[in-house]
Structure formats: C-alpha cells, structure tokens
C-alpha cells in the first residue's frame, strides 16, 4: 500500500495498515524484515483488539 500509495484506502485495509504501521516502519531501505514478521503476527495478528475490530467492519469474518 506504501508503494501504491493510494488517495484513500477502504475501512477493511485502512485498519491494520493502521496498525502495522504504528509498530513497524515503512521500507525504505533494505533491511532484513524477519523482525517486522514476527512483530505483526504476534502484536496485530494474534490482537484480540484486532480481531475483533476487524469482524465488526460491515462484511467482517464472524
């Protein structure tokens, strides 16, 4: 989304764009991203906060 850079983005990917964003930066030089894959799984992921926010959104998994 970062590359794409779109005008707006819809509630469904705003949210947890949101989120990873917050904890992990965008990549703007090369870096190893294993950190940033553990990050999001464990902190986003596996958030209850997270899930249930997203199940919430019109069309959300129950």
Request: hydrophobic letters at 35%; charged letters at 30%.
């Amino acid at each position: 989304m970062d590359l794409a850079a779109p005008s707006a983005l819809g509630r469904g990917p705003e949210f947890p764009h949101r989120a990873i964003r917050e904890l992990v930066p965008c990549l703007d030089d090369d870096r190893p991203c294993g950190v940033d894959v553990e990050v999001v799984s464990r902190d986003i992921l596996e958030s209850d906060d997270v899930r249930s926010t997203l199940r919430a959104l019109p069309g959300g998994a129950s």
